[in-house]
């Protein structure tokens, strides 16, 4: 359950958020939504993988953190092992929206009902005085610039559709002991069907900035032999 809420310094001065990592605060989860503008960052760490919605007949990114459902390999107990976390996980509890109205400026919202929601601990999201605190304000940030990726990320889907630049993927990894883990339900950049692409397809990828995500998702495949081997570590360990 979800308890949204606009966030405002009247009704909430003095809330605090934890921002420490761990399964009890929502962070076993096996992917994250990403955009594409934000592909840069996270191809350092991450396999950047497209899922579809059969509902809507469209696509959307994700960063791989697992196998299987539940599984973060990044999470070791109250820390996140990387460098960068994707802004889906790194702006949460909050979330931006419509204002009451529907209409004008998006607002930063809340959820009240999640964990990292303290009770006396975390850090504060407003000062005494009523005014945002630097985390706040980096939160702002933040959620503004995964919000501006989530406009533009239409286009980027559209031009993959267009030339047919998705491709589903079909991936089977034997564990050092012998488990069999089959990832399913996603799709990469089809790599073949790039390198035909002729110089005017390309040069309308490029017209519309969407040859750098291309170009950052094909590298974060590279991070698939990498999460191998911390599933590999995590199991020889318990």
């Keep these: 359950m979800t308890n949204h809420a606009i966030l405002t310094a009247e009704e909430h001065r003095d809330l605090r958020v934890r921002t420490d990592r761990g399964v009890a605060l929502g962070d076993a989860v096996m992917s994250c939504i990403t955009v594409p503008s934000e592909f840069r960052q996270v191809q350092n760490d991450y396999p950047i993988l497209f899922r579809r ?68 601990e975390g850090t504060r999201v407003f000062a005494a005085d009523g005014r945002p605190t630097p985390y706040l304000e980096s939160i702002a940030e933040q959620l503004g610039a995964l919000d501006e990726g989530y406009q533009g990320a239409g286009a980027f889907f559209a031009a ?32 073949d069907r790039l390198r035909a692409l002729d110089a005017a397809a390309l040069g309308e990828l490029h017209d519309g900035d969407h040859l750098m995500p291309i170009f950052m998702a094909l590298a974060s495949l590279a991070n698939l032999g990498k999460l191998i081997a911390r599933k590999n570590r995590r199991m020889a360990h318990g």
């Design 53 to 120: 919605n059969p509902e809507r007949d469209d696509f959307a990114a994700v960063a791989l953190f697992g196998f299987e459902a539940g599984e973060n390999l990044f999470l070791d107990g109250d820390r996140w092992d990387a460098d960068h976390q994707p802004l889906a996980i790194a702006i949460q509890p909050f979330l931006i929206g419509a204002n009451a109205a529907g209409f004008g400026d998006k607002q930063v919202h809340i959820d009240l009902a999640s964990p990292r929601i303290g009770t006396g």
């Design 160 to 191: 993959l559709k267009r030339h047919d630049l998705l491709e589903p993927l079909t991936l089977e990894v034997t564990l050092d002991d012998g488990a069999i883990n089959r990832l399913v339900g996603f799709h990469v950049i089809d790599e």
